[in-house]
């Protein structure tokens, strides 16, 4: 039999991967490698001894507790789309589980304050699709992008139940974070201020709350291997206040509905066992 390398994980199909992973229901994905580790501590009972990745750490980091996997995918939708490949071989070919997949992050809101919590109902593309356009052999294939009502819904009510502030609307995923966002602070910005404002009111207009760049990506991937999923993201600026992200604001507000939503799901689990 030949072996399958899920190069990026530095795992293989010859490596006993319905073991090690069988059991896993929930992947929870982040941006950068010190945020999967954090989550994977709030996740652990067991304080005492620091998690450790799996597999390869140049890319990705993954870790496991439980039935939970905490990863990061890095930044744009290449490295998020990577990432998706490899998982679902992963874990629903070779583990032969089947997970939730929820993406938890932060985002530029449009006329939403710092620190509120956006669960993204629609997932748009820079030209306000909900789909994902991509290049296939040379040609433009389009995937609609999904997410899941029933998810969207449990974690909203989460929120309202421990009072943090939260909004359900589109969130619009671009695939750069600073002239793609309308941003004056990048190296390039060939546009004016009042350019820039027309369009993020523009935004406003169609009903896109906040801004980030792997959703589509994300919910695209979900709505072809029909994957339940969901993105939850903590607002860092107003942008129609401005584009610096003066500090390094946490995404709290969405960590603590997670954190509730994997312990509600978890205590489900074990009655229905
Ligand atoms: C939110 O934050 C990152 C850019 O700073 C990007 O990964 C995203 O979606
Ligand atoms: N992430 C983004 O992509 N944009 C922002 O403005 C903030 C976080």
Not at 94 to 110: L, M, P
Not at 151 to 177: E, V, W
Not at 263 to 269: A, G, L, V
Request: aromatic fraction near 8%.
């Amino acid at each position: 039999m030949t072996i399958d390398y899920l190069y990026h994980l530095g795992l293989d199909s010859g490596m006993n991967l319905q073991g090690m992973f069988g059991d896993v229901r929930l992947v929870i994905m982040g941006g950068s490698k010190e945020r999967a580790l954090m989550i994977a501590r709030q996740l652990t009972t067991d304080n005492t001894t620091l998690p450790k990745p799996i597999g390869r750490t140049d890319r990705y980091h993954i870790y496991k507790v439980g039935s939970c996997l905490s990863v990061s995918h890095g930044m744009g939708a290449p490295s998020i789309s990577i990432l998706l490949h490899e998982l679902y071989k992963l874990l629903f070919v070779y583990a032969k589980t089947e997970a939730e997949f929820v993406r938890i992050g932060t985002s530029g809101g449009i006329g939403i304050e710092p620190g509120t919590v956006v669960i993204t109902t629609e997932s748009v593309n820079e030209r306000n699709e909900a789909k994902q356009d991509l290049c296939i052999l040379g040609r433009l294939v389009s995937r609609p992008t999904y997410l899941s009502p029933e998810l969207i819904d449990k974690l909203y009510n989460i929120s309202t139940s421990l009072a943090i502030p939260c909004r359900k609307g589109k969130t619009m995923s671009c695939n750069d974070f600073y002239e793609s966002q309308a941003r004056m602070d990048g190296a390039i910005c060939n546009y004016t201020k009042e350019d820039r404002e027309e369009y993020l009111n523009r935004l406003a207009g169609y009903g896109v709350l906040n801004i980030e760049m792997e959703g589509v990506a994300f919910a695209a991937f979900c709505f072809e291997k029909k994957i339940k999923c969901c993105m939850i993201t903590t607002v860092l600026l107003n942008r129609l206040n401005g584009d610096q992200v003066k500090a390094e604001l946490s995404m709290i507000g969405a960590l603590q509905v997670l954190l509730r939503y994997v312990e509600e799901s978890m205590t489900r689990s074990k009655e229905d066992h």
